[in-house]
């Protein structure tokens, strides 16, 4: 194997993603999952899934500079140890562990200019790939959603963005629909409303995609949808 003579006097001074092994490790947990996880028979799922790998392909390919943000906390992140000690006890250790070795470097934040106040200490997500970086990617983005135990995230929709979660760590529901564990991919369409619900006792930890256009990727324009009816609830 030969490493990049970083001492010429021509080296980059910028990593690339080649340079970064944290980095290219984690993004090949993205791709085995979508490469070699199941599309459950659906035609649907299976093409999105293509849609994912192609992406990855193309970003690994391009071997983008790993463009450094401010690593940031928000109140959840005080569970994420505990979300990264389920994921590697169970079916995601491979995703949980290679997420662990870029932990002092992720970026977290809210996707909502106006965020519910609950939701404020029990949500937010980091970005790992997309056009913000760190891996720079501009048909793709690729991160984490981190939810407390006990969180409703609300009903919400993506216009001309299709979603999917892949479950790294604890129990949770969508859509009142099933409860899905660790290994689960579950797809949301462009324009599928959609609110998650995560059990009381442990955190919940979400990979996810993103695939779209790259105007909307810039700008998904995150709303959550306003209760249909008066009371709450
Ligand atoms: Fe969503």
Request: with cysteine; aromatic share 10%; proline share 9%.
């Amino acid at each position: 194997m030969t490493f990049p003579d970083t001492t010429a006097p021509d080296a980059p001074t910028t990593p690339r993603l080649a340079d970064s092994p944290d980095w290219l490790y984690l993004l090949r947990e993205f791709d085995s999952l979508y490469r070699f996880g199941s599309d459950g028979g659906s035609s649907v799922i299976r093409s999105h899934r293509k849609r994912v790998r192609d992406g990855l392909s193309a970003t690994i390919a391009a071997n983008p500079p790993i463009t450094p943000r401010e690593a940031t906390t928000l109140p959840v992140t005080a569970h994420f140890a505990r979300a990264l000690d389920l994921g590697e006890r169970a079916a995601m250790q491979g995703m949980a562990r290679a997420l662990r070795e870029v932990r002092s470097w992720l970026t977290w934040e809210y996707g909502y200019e106006q965020m519910p106040k609950p939701l404020m200490r029990k949500y937010a997500f980091c970005e790992i790939l997309g056009q913000k970086g760190p891996i720079l990617s501009d048909r793709l983005n690729l991160g984490f959603v981190l939810f407390a135990p006990n969180t409703t995230y609300p009903q919400h929709s993506h216009h001309e963005i299709e979603e999917s979660y892949i479950s790294v760590a604890g129990a949770w529901s969508e859509n009142n629909g099933a409860v899905y564990a660790p290994g689960s991919l579950i797809y949301n369409g462009s324009g599928v409303e959609h609110r998650i619900t995560t059990g009381d006792r442990d955190p919940c930890l979400l990979a996810y995609a993103w695939v779209g256009p790259a105007q909307r990727l810039a700008a998904p324009d995150m709303k959550l949808t306003p209760p249909r009816r008066s009371k709450s609830g």
